[in-house]
């Protein structure tokens, strides 16, 4: 009798969190090639593998955008001006305290090279005016109006005349 009843006993199936975890990771890697996608451990590898590359590569694009907008600005800049470069440009927007940064600046260089130039011979006149007067002082509106500096305040684009 004893016997009997270790045989009737009914099979224990195994919980679903070993399983959901799995699945997991396998949703995951499922664009993964070959083993990658298809065995649980190298899956887990892969992904540890791929979430470091991630991590890595944020802060590796911020690198390579920020080298991107300083080429750019200095390309434009060095073509219109020769003696003019883009150390020079940061530094006097910086000693100016023009908050504009270098992706802006970038995308001014591209877009519309123009105000670019304005900018940049706007801060190379007042420099001059300012090297003459004496170091960071500024112009008195006098002498701005016998020197022909006359400052931009705003910039003002029609859309209906350039088309």
């Known amino acids: 009798m004893h016997q009997s009843f270790i045989y009737s006993m009914t099979r224990i199936r195994r919980g679903y ?5 799995r699945t997991k990771i396998r949703l995951f890697a499922s664009s993964f090639r070959g083993a990658h996608s298809r065995l ?7 992904k540890i593998r791929a979430l470091v590359s991630a991590h890595r590569d944020r802060d590796r694009q911020k690198r390579d955008f920020r080298r991107l907008w300083i080429t750019r600005i200095n390309a434009v800049i060095r073509e219109n001006k020769v003696s003019y470069s883009y150390s020079r440009l940061i530094h006097d927007l910086y000693k100016r305290k023009l908050l504009l940064n270098r ?3 970038a995308q001014i260089a591209i877009l519309n090279r123009n105000c670019l130039y304005m900018i940049s011979n706007e801060i190379i006149k007042e420099g ?3 090297e003459s007067t004496g170091k ?7 002498n701005e109006l016998r020197e022909g500096i006359v400052e931009i305040s705003m910039i003002k684009i029609d859309k209906r005349s350039s088309k």
């Open 40 to 46: 649980t451990r190298t899956i887990t590898q892969q």
């Open 103 to 105: 992706k802006i600046l």
């Open 136 to 142: 960071f002082k500024r112009c008195s509106p006098e």
């Open 17 to 21: 969190v070993a399983r959901k975890r």
């Open 128 to 130: 001059d005016c300012n």
